[in-house]
């Protein structure tokens, strides 16, 4: 088991430059994508993580090859071995799932082993199958696996019920290659899946309505090849954004898409820190000594992210006064509160809010990393903890976030990774 542990500072100056990677949220899907066609697929500003690797194997699995340097991944999916996803690729990474469309729509079967992934809520997947259902796909459940059959997708009208960042992407994959009209509403909005449908247009898809909540997918009978920029990760981004507010050095982010961060830097401004967009996607952030509390609530894009909620919580626990953080789309993802409350910090969750009392002075101690963005909040109240905090159960960090030790060490931060 691998620890992470931090020598932290409450004076901490986190002073320099980092290079954002690329969304590990945009490239997943992408990579899914690559099922729809037998031509090459290329994606650059690939981040190299482990929920990437994953995905390969998983790629691997179904018998497709690839090849990845650096940052840039090259797949071609000309024929498949195997239409099956199994359980040990995807419990681990809830993203699996993103592979039943492609493959029923390109090879009408798949089975995909009911997804696992961060202990952040029930997370079911209903919104997909349902979707992929009024496709004219034939559902079935046997033995813990989503079975899928169908002849060619025929286009259909759906309203998600609730906004799904994965059951839009995945719908719109689905639709691409049926037959005729798909009319989704209600769709996520995200960065990331607008991100997706730019790579399946490049394809040859027929899609309008990108970045709207109305999507139309007009089905094409073959999809072709591409070559595609994965946008920035916008949620590392703000982990970085965070680290610059909780500290006074001046943190300068490259490789940002300042469009895509509109309502963090707003939440951060708002909270004291002084953050500047440069030129060539750049951004520069300085703390402030005297941080304000802020009352924030998650909600879809463009609001303020989930995927940043646990690591805004730390920097509220370093405002003078007290912040309401109000949990909108997952039960349960409050799981780091126990953990921020052994370094000290002081908040009371109430069903849906987590009520943060600041400031209090935290100190370092052995805390549990429970999912990937638990795991990041709690690095950033290591940081500026007085003495040694220890994060155990520290693989969720590397299931997003690239070569973290390397860039805080990079910008003055003191943290080592060990095992045992
Ligand atoms: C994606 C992101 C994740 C982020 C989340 C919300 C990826 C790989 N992961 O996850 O980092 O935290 O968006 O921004 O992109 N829901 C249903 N039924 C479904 C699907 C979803 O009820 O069939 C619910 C979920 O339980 C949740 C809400 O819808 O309450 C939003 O989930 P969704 O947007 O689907 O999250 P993911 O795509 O899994």
Redesign the pocket.
Known sequence: MEKIRIFGNPNLLLKGKVRTSGS??AV??AIAASLLTDEKIRLKNIPLVKDVFSMLKLMTELGTEYHLKKNDLTIQVKKILSEEASYDLVRVM??SILVLGPLLARFGKAMVALPG?CAI?????????AGLQKLGATISLEHGYIKAEAGRLQGADIRFD??????TEHLVMAASLARGETVLRNC?Q?P?VSNLCELLVKMGAKIDGIGEEVIRVNGVSELGGAVHEIIPDR?EAGTFLVAGALTQGGITLTNTEPAHLTTIIEKLRYSGAVIEIEKNKTLRVVGSSEIKPQDVTTS?YPGF???MQAQFMVLMTQASGTSIITET??DRRFLHVNELLRLGANIEVSGDKAIVRGKTPLSGAEVIATDLRASASLILAGLVAGGETIVNEVEHIDRGYEAIEEKLNALGARIERIRG
């Open positions: 590990k949220n997943l899907p809830r993203a992934g809520g029930s997370r079911p997947i209903d919104l997909h199958i609730k906004k799904t960042v994965g059951g996520a995200e990331e949620i879809s992210p989930t995927d789309i997952f």
